[in-house]
């Protein structure tokens, strides 16, 4: 029988074991038939057959984002996007705007502002929220995503409870206006969404991503709502790419088995088979749980989100569950508690072939990295950290001193002692071309890896992660004809958030072409 498609005259980069590069590839029902030279594809081209020549351009298996926020970025893209301002004044103008569109008394919820991009270099503040916008709750949520500032018409919608740990309060007991981690979560439970503004943004987000070459994401789930939305968005057709949905512990408590059972009916279009735990915080939020302060704060040392006890038997009760666990953890002493939670898990009930996962591991010590290894846990990182706060005077020598700030985000030394790594991108940004670059030009020239090694992160070893390393991840005979065509070549680059997306292949059918296809 002939292909459906056959790509030639191209670059090939299959991932395989070996990591073979080839000149051509052949797919018939979305699935990959041959790889090859020209010749060797030559004989399954008919007359119906479609012939992409690609002019020597670059073709790899269609990147899978293992940490990403597709809904929230949609939502987003949206509510307020701050990501590109270069003041708060300039966010407040972009919410006065809002306000003006959605008029008083309406939720105006503005993200991924970082203070760091900022002229002011500081929060924005509960005073001038209230003097602004005095008739509408307003939230604006820090690009990482654990801290908040919000103004006081939105303490009261949300009803928190001023006595939590994460309601940041001045010495006279007053709220300041930053809320942190639960009290983040109690605000935005207070927003009001409708169903098909939740659609509306997965439609969004997963756009997004196939311009970018995403074909599969592990997508981070608050809320069985949110979930349901994506149900709803695959029944119509309208969800293009491949999902393993990771529900916190809390979102999972509130699934019956049964529906988790029916949404693992559709793997590997979707899935549900992991778990994320919340370990600690974020370094931008100071709620990174470190064993020593903050270079900026030498009274705080951030924040573990468990007593040890009572982690260990959360990650336990997933482990006998044969569900693996994604635990966030990005300070020291959040990753020692977990390794060592982990450890004690096994000798109570050993499963060889559990996928277990710590999300960021950001600041390991190499005891903990060869500890990792052998646990056989995963790391499931994001090198676009790495340029956004990394470099020299960043946010993160800010927070933590240029000792610690060097010394993160250790790629190389985690992959070179064994440790299966995987790439996500937390939405910040998405691109993983942007991930890839910083990666291979990680600011500790001691840390770079090869241009494969990270393309492995983005592409087979996520596939592995899953448990979907047979079907995905790789361009062979027999997988799923999944793969992103680039206009340069990656294996002849170093510049590679220069590189661009020319199309996104997904089952054999094009998702995503750009005006150069």
């Known amino acids: 029988m002939y292909a459906d498609i056959v790509l030639k005259n191209g670059v090939v980069c299959s991932l395989d074991s070996e990591n073979r590069v080839y000149e051509a590839a052949a797919i ?37 984002d293992s940490h990403t926020h597709l809904y929230s970025l949609g939502m987003s893209l949206k509510q307020l996007n701050l990501w590109d301002t ?73 009803r928190l409870d001023l006595s939590s740990q994460f309601i940041e309060k001045d010495s006279s007991g007053k709220p300041t206006g930053i809320v942190k981690e639960d009290a983040l979560k109690a605000v935005l439970s207070a927003v009001e969404v409708s169903e098909d503004e939740r659609l509306e943004a997965i439609e969004t987000g997963v756009k997004n991503a196939l311009k970018e070459g995403i074909t599969s994401i592990h997508e981070i789930i608050y809320n069985p709502e949110t979930l349901q939305a994506y149900i709803r968005a695959f029944r119509m057709g309208k969800l293009t790419l491949d999902v393993n949905f990771i529900p916190t512990h809390e979102c999972f408590e509130k699934l019956s088995l049964e529906y988790i059972n029916f949404i693992n009916r559709f793997k590997p279009f979707l899935s549900l088979t992991t778990v994320k735990i919340f370990a600690d915080g974020s370094i931008g939020a100071r709620t990174a749980a470190l064993s020593k302060p903050y270079a900026d704060s030498p009274m705080e040392s951030g924040l573990l989100m468990h007593e040890f006890g009572h982690l260990m038997e959360i990650i336990y009760r997933f482990h006998r569950m044969r569900f693996q666990v994604a635990v966030h953890a990005i300070g ?68 933590l001193g240029k000792e610690r700030a060097i010394r993160l985000n250790p790629v190389r030394s985690i992959m070179d002692e064994g440790v299966v790594v995987i790439f996500g991108s937390d ?80 089952r054999g059918v094009f998702v995503y072409k750009s005006s150069e296809v």
């Open 86 to 158: 270069r003041s708060k004044y300039e966010a407040y103008e972009m919410i006065k705007e809002k306000i003006r569109e959605l008029g008083a008394g309406k939720w105006i919820v503005a993200k991924q502002w970082d203070e760091n991009r900022w002229s002011e270099r500081e929060f924005p503040s509960l005073e001038e929220l209230d003097r602004l916008f005095p008739d509408n709750p307003v939230v604006m949520i820090r690009v990482d995503g654990h801290l908040a500032v919000v103004n006081s018409l939105a303490i009261k919608r949300a």
């Open 427 to 506: 939405c910040m940004p998405m691109s993983p071309l942007y991930g890839l670059h910083w990666a291979v030009n990680h600011y500790n020239r001691n840390e770079r890896v090869d241009v494969v090694r990270a393309l492995r992160a983005y592409t087979i070893n996520p596939a592995f992660a899953c448990r979907e390393e047979k079907v995905k991840g790789s361009l062979e005979v027999g997988k799923f004809a999944d793969l992103v065509i680039l206009d340069k070549n990656l294996l002849e680059t170093r510049s590679i958030e220069n590189v661009n997306v020319l199309a996104t292949v997904k």
């Open 332 to 399: 020291d002493r959040a990753i020692s508690d977990v390794l060592t939670a982990l450890t004690k898990v096994y000798r109570r009930d050993p499963w060889i072939d559990h996928r277990h996962r710590i999300e960021h591991f950001e600041l390991p010590s190499m005891w903990h990295i060869e500890r990792m290894a052998s646990l056989c846990v995963i790391a499931s990182m994001q090198p676009n950290f790495i340029g956004n706060w990394q470099m020299p005077g960043g946010m993160y020598e800010k927070k």
């Open 28 to 64: 018939r029902d979305g699935v990959i038939i041959a790889v090859g030279d020209n010749k060797a594809v030559s004989n399954l081209i008919g007359p119906e057959t479609k012939i992409v020549d690609l002019n020597g351009k670059f073709v790899c298996p269609g990147f899978i």
